[in-house]
Every structure is written in C-alpha cells, then in structure tokens.
C-alpha cells in the first residue's frame, strides 16, 4: 500500500529556519499535505500543495514539491515557540477521500 | 461553525470493559473516519464512511473493535472487550467531496485519550 515517511524529530533554536521532510510512494498522489498537531489538540491543516505545483508560499510556510523523487518539504521561517508540534506529511490521490498520514515530525522549538 | 465533536475526551478503564467513543461530525460533511494515534505506530486509519456507509474497514485490529454510524450527525466506535494495547488517542474527522476543486481536507476532532489498565 502507499507509505509516507518523516523523521520523528527536529530541534532548531527561535528565529532560525526549520525544514521537515517528508517521502511518499504513491505516483497518483493529487494533494499532499502539511498538518500541525499542537500537544492535545486534533490535526489542523497547514497547508497542502497540487501535484504539478514545485513550490507554494504561504507568509513564513514554504511548500517544496520534488515529484519526481516523490519528495515533500515544508520550511518554515523564523521558527517562534508557538510552532512548536508534530507536523504530519499527508497525501491524497482522490476516489473515497482517503488520505495518508506519515509518522508526524516532532518540532522542538529551543527559545 | 461548530467543528468535529468527541466525547469523553479521556476515559480510563479497566482491562476487559466495554469503551465507547462517540463523534459528531460537521454538518454536511458526508466523510467520516476514525484514526487511532500511538507513539509506536503513528496515525492508523481504523475505518470510514460515505454517507453513513462503511467503505474501508481494513484497519480495524481485530473482531473486538467496531464502528457505526446509524446518521449523518453520529457515530461510535466500540471496544469491547478492551485491553491495555488498545490505549490510544482516538480521532474522528470528517470531511465533504467539493465539485470541482476537492482538496482532501480532513478536520480533525480533539480526539479520546483511552488509558486501559
């Protein structure tokens, strides 16, 4: 079956630059997907990006799209303390809405 | 708007007790999911619905989990008997197919913490 994957975890001090990486399989993805996970709360999307999109901004949130490499990034700038929670990767390749969730990365924002 | 509701938020239970857990979906949504969350395996996917329909019940552990959603406003999800293993975060989402420009988007509901003794 399809499969995401992300590392478990990143630390980066206030005010630098995070990247958190995300790998699929699925070569029909439509959506792929950035949610934020904040300590217990439900999963909020972030923000997502179209298959023939490479990149989408959003004010500090920068979506990279590799699909050749089946590659997802999501940098945020000027990481605050506030963005400090799991962040899951997620794809969507349409039919019944069904959506797959990759492990989640921990951000640890150090002030 | 009111978002995706669960209830009980936390419940603690002995091992061998029957644990329900319930959710509200988004009015017109016509998606309906449960999630379970552990630290080993992540966000499973246990089971949806279309428009009160089971679709994909593939990842239901085992016979003493099941799901229901007798309308469109209500749905269960039932252990019984429960067992330590089964202590999780439980999700519920929901979600609607737009016409045209359907994103996927799923909303997430606070969850059920569920501690088995």
Redesign the interface.
Same mark, same amino acid.
């Given at each position: 079956g399809e499969d995401v994957e992300q590392s478990l975890f990143l630390s980066v001090r206030e005010g630098d630059s995070s990247v958190i990486n995300c790998t699929y399989t699925d070569s029909s993805s439509?959506?792929l997907?950035w949610?934020k996970q904040e300590p217990?709360?439900?999963?909020?999307?972030l923000t997502?990006i179209f298959s023939n999109m490479d990149m989408k901004q959003d004010q500090r949130l920068t979506v990279l799209l590799n699909k050749k490499d089946k590659h997802l990034s999501l940098r945020i700038a000027d990481t605050q303390t506030g963005d400090s929670a799991i962040y899951?990767c997620a794809d969507?390749s349409?039919g019944?809405?069904?959506? #797959?969730?990759? #492990?989640?990365t921990k951000l640890q924002v150090i002030p | 708007d009111a978002g995706?509701i669960q209830s009980p938020r936390h419940e603690v239970t002995e091992m061998g007790q029957e644990v329900t857990l319930r959710c509200k979906p988004i009015s017109g949504h016509d998606?309906l999911f449960w999630?379970r969350q552990t630290m080993m395996r992540?966000?499973e @996917?246990l089971i949806?619905f279309?428009n009160n329909v089971p679709?994909?019940d593939s990842g239901m552990p085992e016979d003493r989990f099941s799901a229901k959603m007798p309308n469109a406003s209500f749905s269960t999800l039932k252990i019984q008997p429960s067992e330590p293993r089964d202590s999780a975060v439980y999700?519920c989402?929901s979600?609607f @197919?737009r016409a045209g420009a359907?994103? /996927? =988007? @799923?909303f997430?509901? =606070? /969850?059920s913490r569920l501690t088995v003794l």
């Open positions: 439509t959506y997907y949610y217990g709360a439900g999963l909020q999307l997502y899951f969507y349409g019944y809405q069904k959506v #797959t969730f990759g #492990t989640g | 995706v998606y999630y992540g966000l @996917l949806y279309n679709i994909d999700f989402a979600s @197919l359907n994103t /996927g =988007e @799923l997430f509901g =606070e /969850g």
